[in-house]
């Protein structure tokens, strides 16, 4: 199976801040990788998928880069409402996998 | 609206089964290939099987195969997960999700729609 390490597994920022997270694949998966936010008690949304295609709704400080074995999510200035784990997700083989998730937290 | 609503799920003992449902509302379901995903309490996601849109083929992950089915009424709009001889590593919150495949899809082969979940709780 496709292991998949993101990085880090959680972070603290502020509202306005530029945040990145990384999601390493263990083989080449193309583009074929998706990103969700989660908030607690709440399912997966999906934001981003083919590594950097924004999901219709989802607002444009989020985006996606990479292909192959390494991939980042990029919220250009932090809001209220992003505060939540984020998980990148591949689907180029079966099973799909996902990350471990990144906690992002309040400063 | 786009919709996926599970049920089915409760508290069983090990060893025994349950059968979780997803109703889906709002698209063609018959065009779409559905998965389940399970989430353990305070833990991260995990993929546990996959449909295609047709019924034509499954795929499993390793540590349910040979006690989960994944099944499809077309003609309902249902999915369902047939959990038998649960363990107590099964309990957690479980997801539908849907995915399009093939050239007609705006979005391929993402999960682009999942339900709310509904818990399972594998416990004696």
């Known amino acids: 199976a496709i292991q998949l390490t993101q990085s880090p597994s959680s972070l603290s920022a502020s509202v306005g801040d530029r945040v990145t997270i990384a999601c390493r694949a263990s083989?080449?998966?193309?583009?074929?990788l998706a990103w969700f936010q989660q908030k607690p008690g709440k399912a997966p949304k999906l934001l981003i998928y083919d590594a950097s295609s924004l999901e219709s709704g989802v607002p444009s400080r989020f985006s996606g880069s990479g292909s192959g074995t390494d991939f980042t999510l990029t919220i250009s200035s932090l809001q209220p409402e992003d505060f939540a784990t984020y998980y990148c997700q591949q689907f180029n083989n079966y099973p799909l996998t996902f990350g471990g998730g990144t906690k992002v937290e309040i400063k | 609206q786009v919709q996926l609503v599970e049920s089915g799920g409760g508290v069983v003992q090990p060893g025994r089964s349950l059968r979780l449902s997803c109703a889906a509302s709002?698209?063609?379901?018959?065009?779409?290939?559905m998965h389940w995903v399970r989430q353990a309490p305070g833990k991260g996601l995990e993929w546990v099987a996959v449909i295609w849109y047709d019924g034509s083929k499954k795929y499993y992950i390793d540590s349910v195969k040979g006690r989960f089915t994944i099944s499809r009424d077309n003609s309902k709009n249902m999915l369902y997960l047939q959990m038998n001889s649960l363990r107590v590593e099964d309990t957690a919150v479980y997801y539908c999700?849907?995915?399009?495949?093939?050239?007609?899809?705006?979005?391929?082969?993402?999960?682009?729609?999942w339900g709310q979940g509904t818990m399972v709780t594998v416990s004696s």
């Open positions: 999700a849907r995915y399009c495949s093939g050239g007609s899809c705006s979005i391929n082969g993402a999960l682009d729609i």
């Open positions: 709002g698209f063609t379901f018959s065009t779409y290939g």
């Open positions: 083989q080449g998966i193309s583009s074929a």
